[in-house]
């Protein structure tokens, strides 16, 4: 195992010192990542490397950012994150506050997976808190915010590829083997399998592997309005996820969609793991101006 690391055990620790002193701005006793911020995140909770927090980070999160008009949890669809989450929310509701959750679950992929009952929240989770942030900032209520986080999810798709493993420091060897001719497609955020293991294919072939389910499953037609959004999973140079673009947008014009907006990068990520996942998400003119508005976090910033 080759990390830029010290000891394994400390490894989330440390990131959170590493955000605190680059981002001076942010508390980063309950925060992790890089969309906490103006527009977006009022705190995220960090748990280990692919584990969920427990609910007293939860809850302690909740009350340092309750304002007195409720919080919005955010939770992808993973058994561990929904079930604490839930927890942390009954503590909230016994202490006073409010609080409302919308999970995540829009990966295509496949149906259950390890970890999961159901679809798996995925790259949708990072328009969500882009668009639902913007609902809040706005000073618009609770449900209302919740709303804006539940039609974003309802109306986005993913799936992704991995064409390499990811390592976690505290395992120190690959979650799954991969030959050197092999990809894993529909691979989850954390290594889990995917739909199926499938020959090494150019980018061309692989952004119709990724788009063509999406867009069936939602369905998307013809002259529907998009946000792209072209994922990196850790290990893959901005190069290739351009590439990955060009492809995706041939066939999404194939198609007759529109591309209102793009978003291409590392942002919702497994470690080192190679590959990429596209997210669809279908617009109107209310969710593009949320979007648009006005974000100032580490990883996501315009207009501020």
Known sequence: MKKL??????VVAEALQGIEAAHPDLRVDHQHGGFVGLGMLDAACAGEVFTSPVPDQMLAATKLVDGGAGVLHVVK??????????????????????????VTDDDVAVQDSTWTAGRRGVGVTVLVEKIAGAAAEQGRTLEQ???????????????GLALSSCTVPAAGKPTFDLGENEMELGVGIHGEPGRQRVPLATAREIAEMLVEPV?????????DNVIAFVNGLGGTPLI????MYNEVNRVLTAHGLQVARSLVGSYITSLEMAGTSVTLLKVGDELLSLW??????????WGA
């Open 292 to 301: 648009d508005a006005p974000v100032k976090t580490p990883a996501l910033r």
């Open 145 to 159: 915010v919740a709303d804006i986080a539940r039609q974003v999810n309802a109306n986005g798709r993913s799936m």
């Open 5 to 10: 690391i010290n000891d394994p055990q400390d």
């Open 77 to 102: 669809n993973y058994t561990g994150d929904v079930m604490n989450f839930d927890m942390a929310a009954e503590m909230a509701a016994a202490t006073g506050a409010q609080v409302l959750s919308v």
């Open 240 to 243: 290739e996820l351009y590439v």
């Open 215 to 223: 867009l069936a499953d939602l369905p998307f037609t013809s002259g």
